[in-house]
């Protein structure tokens, strides 16, 4: 579908791309690579010369605004010698409020004459002092200096946004929280084109309706009064028509957007602030499924749903046959374990056919916080509410090979024994 | 079903408009143009979108680190913070190793990943380190290999200092 014009109201919808259209992949390539940029960008340059107590700023812009902008704090320490007070917060065009800490920094010495810099960061100022160069002796100097400063990734909880803001709330933090998500920019992995607007637009489509049906009599043109009523009238079905699609995509949490804080609410889903929408998404699918079933197959594919890369296998300890059971299986009565294992006074009770264990590993594009965080919340959270509470379970890291293996093998029960 | 981003990751610099869904034939679906500003995206504006990406994709650096030696104890250096294209903070940082008295090595992962899991090799073709504190140094960069570098910190009778706080800016590609 074309993306561009009037017959292409927001939001954007992929397509196959072309001179009228933006496919997934460029549209990831984007999302990714702003990430990337987002990451390294310097929170601000400034330009400045000092000539005794004078200081002058030469230029400069930061994140948000550029010009010679003079009210930036600072204090003459002495000769070459300048501390630079920058702001402790900044809030962006759209009312979006990020707390800064300066935490890198890099000076240089304009002019022909050798000269260096040194910087000195402590919470919000930059120190900087010059000195010129010669027979090998650093003397303090006066000099035109480029500065830039980064600032510190800052934390979720930090963010606010202010109460004047109105209109549109952009997704997730402005850049100089250096937070980037590539489904701030809408970007997923499995993102695909859109196939019902795929190749010719809603509006499109009923314009030519709307034009057609008029007939003749009235002007096909589109720069004139006729049109500019098409047009409209066209966009006004557009909505009806999206409207529609949008509510059987939000009827599905995996492609819910509107809809998505009620499937986290009925589903009973664990989101925080600054979770990744796509992982919300996931992990709703991964908790409807259950809808269909606590059965095998349910079980592993709501896991892989949930855990997507990271997955690499779900492991059952069946035993022979129904009737010979796994050997650590201990049965009040039945088959009785070791007193050391009696936790309660009322027998051992030890299945092994009643703990999942989910193997795991890291995948090289998720942050180890992130990973961490999917197991020990999400997945944990999943698994509890998927399981019978007489089930135990737990995650190992993988890929394993033959041997010993934490959790799996028999050893790990057996080791217990004090 | 998982989508192929177009083109490579950033830090390899070979992405342009046209990566980003950019044409120079850009146009409005049926010459229409923007009817509702709030609600429609120009051709225009999106040519604008994609330019600008493209070069802040090519000049953006590929990582700042700051470190700071420890040749008095002959430890490896401290990591104090680190911006990556491939990410932020320890877990995404290079491995830092003390060589001697002021000469530090860091060496990045051959490849590194994008969100959408395509690869791309380092290729590290220049960048500066910054010294801390009030007295005057000279460090240097030395480009070792395509993903190591050595930083030199010097004084101004060209010896090597001890414990000093470095920032270094390294960027990749364009050769």
């Known amino acids: 579908m074309p993306v561009l014009g009037g017959f292409c109201p927001m939001p954007l919808r992929l397509d196959a791309g072309g001179t009228s259209g933006w496919s997934p992949e460029q549209h990831a390539r984007l999302s990714a690579d702003l990430c990337a940029a987002v990451a390294t960008v310097p929170l601000l340059e400034l330009r400045y010369t000092k000539s005794g107590a004078t200081i002058t700023v030469n230029a400069f812009k930061d994140q948000l605004r550029v010009g010679k902008w003079t009210s930036v704090s600072r204090v003459v320490n002495g000769t070459g010698d300048v501390t630079w007070q920058f702001a402790t917060r900044l809030e962006d065009e759209f009312g979006r409020i990020e707390p800064i800490l300066c935490e890198q920094a890099k000076a240089s010495c304009e002019g022909s004459g050798a000269a260096v810099a040194t910087v000195e960061v402590a919470q919000n100022t930059v120190r900087v002092r010059t000195f010129a160069i010669s027979g090998g002796v650093a003397t303090a100097a006066d000099k035109a200096v480029n500065l830039k400063v980064w600032s510190a990734a800052g934390s979720v909880i930090d963010s606010v946004t202010s109460m004047a803001a109105k209109g549109v709330r952009p997704e997730g933090p402005p850049a100089i929280a250096r937070r980037p998500s590539i489904s701030n920019y809408g970007g997923a992995t499995d993102k695909v084109p859109a196939a019902s607007e795929l190749v010719e637009t809603y509006a499109y489509q009923h314009f030519v309706e709307l034009a057609t049906g008029r007939g003749s009599l009235y002007t096909q043109e589109l720069a004139t009064q006729v049109g500019a009523e098409n047009v409209a009238i066209a966009r006004c079905f557009a909505a009806l028509s999206r409207a529609a699609e949008r509510l059987e995509a939000n009827a599905l949490p995996l492609t819910a957007h509107e809809a998505l804080g009620g499937w986290i609410a009925r589903l009973n889903v664990t989101a925080e602030p600054g979770d990744d929408t796509n992982a919300i998404r996931d992990a709703c699918a991964a908790r409807y499924r259950l809808a269909l079933g606590p059965t095998r197959q349910n079980e592993d594919e709501s896991i892989a749903t949930l855990l997507g890369p990271a997955l690499v296998q779900v492991w059952r300890q069946e035993g022979t046959d129904l009737a010979t059971p796994p050997p650590i299986t201990y049965w009040p009565t039945i088959n009785p374990g070791p007193a050391s294992h009696d936790l309660t006074g009322a027998g051992a009770w030890l299945s092994e056919r009643e703990h999942l264990v989910v193997e795991v590993e890291q995948p090289p594009i998720m942050e180890l916080t992130d990973f961490l965080r999917l197991l020990n919340v999400r997945l944990f959270d999943h698994l509890d509410s998927m399981l019978p509470s007489t089930a135990t379970f737990d995650w190992c890291l993988g890929p394993l090979s033959a041997g010993f293996l934490l959790d799996i093998s028999a050893l790990d029960f057996t080791g217990i024994i004090p | ?175």
């Open chain 2, 1 to 175: 079903m998982t989508v192929t981003p177009a083109g490579l990751p950033a830090w390899s610099r070979t992405a342009d408009f046209s990566t980003y869904g950019g044409h120079t034939d850009k146009k409005n679906y049926q010459a229409q143009g923007v009817v509702n500003p709030r609600t429609d995206v120009s051709a225009e504006q999106f040519a604008s979108l994609v330019a600008d990406a493209a070069a802040v994709s090519r000049t953006a650096d590929f990582a700042v680190v700051t470190f700071t030696c420890r040749d008095s104890t002959t430890d490896d250096p401290t990591l104090d913070s680190y911006l990556g294209m491939h990410g932020v903070g320890a877990a995404a940082a290079p491995t830092l190793t003390r060589i001697s008295d002021g000469l530090v090595e860091l060496q990045w992962d051959a490849t590194y990943t994008d969100p959408y899991g395509v690869s791309q090799a380092v290729n590290i073709t220049g960048g500066g380190p910054q010294a801390h504190g009030s007295t005057a140094l000279a460090p240097t960069l030395e480009l070792i290999d395509a993903r190591t570098v050595r930083v030199h910190i010097k004084n101004m009778s060209d010896a090597y200092v001890q414990d000093k706080k470095i920032t270094l800016t390294v960027t990749t590609g364009g050769d």
